[in-house]
């Protein structure tokens, strides 16, 4: 069955620090792959997308994630984490089996400290 | 915004009424979805819709039913509401052509069943 894995329930950096949020999917075809961030009490907004090509991806607010076929992974990464990226982070494979259907990751807290 | 309206975005109702929560697309979009979301389980799929009375069982649907009588409306109906729904529902709309994979949220509805 197609599933996504985030490890990590909560990560806390410093303010500045660099940033990487985990993902394994398990998916027996090429898979379109996604992150999207939830603010609190917000909907949920997407960063970034892979479905072909570059395995490298670039996102808004100035995340990237890479797409590593052997390792079944979708890293979401940041090079200075800012504040205001205190967030809620779900990583999501899309599926097209009988209709496109999105499955979620549990997803990630991200605390930011001064 | 992604041209998505969820109402109401909050109710409580008491255990064993109806309840229907509403989404409304002016996308013209031909997929759309209903998820949940509880803490440490992310958002799971309830029921989706991939055209006017075309809809198709999530992997959480039991004590749920959907309808779709016109694209742009899609209705969650809650047959005799128990605490265990207690959530927060969201709507997604997805295109169903080109090359834009990703699904767009509404806003949410915090559902509380006493």
């Known amino acids: 069955a197609q599933s996504v894995t985030q490890p990590d329930i909560h990560i806390t950096v410093s303010e500045g620090a660099s940033l990487e949020l985990r993902c394994n999917y398990s998916y027996g075809a090429t898979p379109y792959l996604f992150w999207y961030v939830q603010s609190p009490g917000q909907g949920l907004q997407l960063l970034l997308k892979?479905?072909?090509?570059?395995?490298l991806v670039q996102g808004i607010k100035g995340f990237e994630a890479e797409f590593k076929r052997s390792q079944s992974s979708f890293n979401l990464r940041k090079p200075s984490v800012h504040w205001s990226d205190a967030a809620e982070y779900f990583c999501a494979v899309g599926i097209n089996t009988g209709g496109f259907k999105t499955i979620f990751g549990a997803g990630t807290r991200l605390f930011v400290k001064a | 915004d992604a041209g998505i309206t969820q109402s109401p975005r909050h109710k409580v109702t008491e255990t064993g009424t109806p309840v229907t929560l509403r989404c409304h697309q002016t996308e013209n979009h031909r997929y759309m979805y209903w998820y949940r979301q509880d803490p440490g389980h992310g958002l799971r799929l309830i029921h989706y819709s991939y055209g006017v009375k075309d809809t198709d069982k999530g992997e959480v649907s039991d004590g749920y039913s959907v309808s779709r009588s016109k694209t742009e409306d899609f209705l969650l109906t809650l047959e005799s509401a128990t605490s265990s729904q207690t959530s927060v529902y969201f709507c997604?709309?997805?295109?169903?052509?080109?090359?834009?994979?990703?699904?767009?949220f509404g806003q949410g509805t915090r559902l509380t069943v006493v």
């Open positions: 892979y479905f072909s090509g570059d395995t």
């Open positions: 997604a709309i997805r295109p169903g052509t080109g090359i834009l994979p990703e699904a767009f």
